[in-house]
């Protein structure tokens, strides 16, 4: 939906936020689905494949960047976002 979107209001890029934490969670989830030969094209910086359908290419900036290093990045910015401060330093109340 979001690739015919971006092809009707005529972008040939589209950048989407994944970051490391969700490309190490998606690697995992294809090796063990059994599509681990699907991973090359799957976690490249841009992905080219469906070019030749008219649709854009899709980009991944974030992609070597984890999720709290994103969250405690906005948070120094303050720059607001869905999480609370406990998602980057985590609960420390049960630390022994």
Known sequence: LLMRVAKLVGCTKLALGCNATYFAMHTLESILKGSGFALPADIQHMDSRFSPLGLPDILHPLRDCGSKDLL?????????F????????GDRRNVK
Do not use: A, F, M
């Open 82 to 89: 869905v999480g609370s401060v406990k998602d980057i330093v």
């Open 72 to 80: 405690l990045l906005c948070y120094l910015h303050q720059v607001r």
